[in-house]
RNA sequence: GUGGGAGUAGCUCAGUUGGUUAGAGCGUCUGGUUGUGGCCCAGAAGGCCGUGGGUUCAAGCCCCAUCUCUCACCCCA
């Protein structure tokens, strides 16, 4: 039996309704705080990844989706979006166009880990970036988007977590102070933080190894060695975030994988879900679009994993909406009227009813429970003496009562459905 | 890439120390008289017990391999 590819999966009537309606909800709030629509090709010239992301990353060392095609150019299937908006808007002279771009995104993203919750290979993320200005309230704006659709969703167990990494000078400097401290511990270290050692020393902040987090205890911090227009830049964030009711932490130990990030980090965290709590992420990214060969542009953006998202709400049992009933449902009486039966539904349907009919040729009980499935909020009966009347009968299924129609008076049955 | 757990009906799971025709609940389908659902009742369909080897008179159960799912590490949304 062929299956689906490992970490791939299909989404089902039951649950494609609840994305649908998430996505509505996005391009709601998306478009209350002006941003529009972007989409970009699935796949990218795999350079776009290893210059914006940086090679040193996990993700593009050993996790994308990449092939050569058949003219012999490395392609990669998206595994974040920020570096494709940035190819766009320097490919299109956004910058020109206007001089602020806040553009946003719904998408599938592509990466080979490991599956387990809330992790898999293709998933789906909806985000926005900002390229064009510097300032912080739209780091601050970029937090509060993504809070106020967790918070329309109906989720609770949140925690905003912010950070900032100053800009590069400030964080090489204390690059350094963090090697210069770590050095003597080198040797305690885990395996996993020997390397980040040299790799991205930042991160072993994040580990969860018990004796990486005592050395680190006592580390100097990132904070401590921001100069005053990064402290600046982030004391306006955190100003707007209070003003705005957005409840937060300062986590000094926040520090994000990919190497594009300056000045403000931040992330979302669940706490509804497994180990992979982070709903949404992002921050600012002022060097990326010159590293990618535009003129340089500041820029800001986040990304939430919408797998995650639901998988948080079903386990807070919020934003469980089902799908709207039927309206009607067609019950033939007598199946030389089938035709007919069908003509009355398409009138229905046309006049923007939601109908439907039994179309196995089954016992009326059979499409009575049919009915009763769909939760048919009415349901038709074709045929019998009453067609022989030039009638048809409706049934209102929650109160049990029925009303005789003519089966010229269909605006009558109409509006009575309506009611 | 590393480690733990699990694969039996569409779904959730039982299957005793290996021993005849493999079970339940839910779901599906059909009925419970002439044209009416939900509740209830009855019946039916549906499984090469993940796959391939092995041990044995005998394997869903034991052994090996493999695949898949799952959780965690790594990495990250």
Request: contains cysteine.
């Amino acid at each position: 039996m062929i299956k689906a590819i490992t970490g791939t999966n299909d989404i089902l009537s039951e649950d494609s309704y609840k994305w649908r309606e998430l996505e509505k909800l996005v391009n709601k709030v998306m478009s209350l705080y002006n941003y529009k629509e972007i989409r970009t090709p699935i796949f990218e010239e795999t350079a776009l990844f290893s210059r914006g992301i940086g090679d040193a990353t996990d993700i593009v060392s050993k996790e994308m989706y990449s092939f050569i095609d058949r003219s012999g150019v490395s392609l990669t299937l998206k595994p974040e979006m920020t570096a494709s908006v940035a190819r766009a808007f320097i490919e299109h002279s956004l910058d020109k166009k206007q001089s602020l771009s806040k553009l946003y995104y719904i998408s599938p993203m592509f990466r080979q880990e490991r599956p387990q919750a809330g992790r898999f290979r293709q998933f789906h993320q909806f985000g926005a970036e900002a390229i064009g200005s510097q300032s912080p309230l739209l780091d601050a704006e970029m937090i509060i988007i993504a809070y106020d659709i967790f918070a329309k969703i109906g989720l609770t167990n949140l925690k905003v977590k912010i950070n900032s990494l100053g800009v590069t000078e400030s964080r090489e400097v204390y690059k350094d102070k963090l090697k210069e401290y770590l050095l003597p511990h080198f040797n305690n270290l885990s395996e996993d933080s020997k390397k980040r050692f040299d790799t991205n020393i930042l991160r072993i902040f994040d580990s969860k190894d018990d004796k990486d987090q005592s050395i680190m205890r006592d580390a100097p911090l990132l904070m401590d060695y921001l100069d005053n227009i990064s402290l600046e830049h982030f004391h306006i964030v955190k100003e707007v975030l209070e003003k705005s009711n957005v409840p937060y932490e300062v986590d000094p130990k926040l520090v994000r994988g990919l190497d594009y990030y300056c000045h403000t980090t931040f992330e979302i965290v669940s706490g509804s879900v497994g180990s992979q709590s982070a709903l949404c992420g992002g921050g600012r990214y002022d060097g990326l679009i010159e590293q990618l060969g535009g003129k340089p542009a500041p820029g800001v953006g986040f990304a939430a994993g919408i797998e995650r998202l639901l998988l948080a709400c079903k386990n807070e049992n919020v934003f469980d909406i089902k799908e709207d009933p039927l309206d009607v449902y067609i019950i033939l009486l007598d199946s030389e009227l089938k035709n007919k039966a069908f003509e009355a539904m398409l009138e229905l349907r046309r006049d923007g009813l939601k109908a439907d009919a039994d179309y196995l040729s089954r016992s009326i009980k059979a499409q009575m429970r049919e009915a009763n499935k769909y939760n048919s909020r009415f349901t038709l009966f074709v045929g019998g003496d009453e067609y022989k009347n030039g009638e048809y009968l409706l049934k209102d299924m929650s109160e049990g009562n029925q009303f005789l129609f003519k089966t010229s008076d269909m605006k009558g049955l109409i509006k009575k459905i309506r009611e």
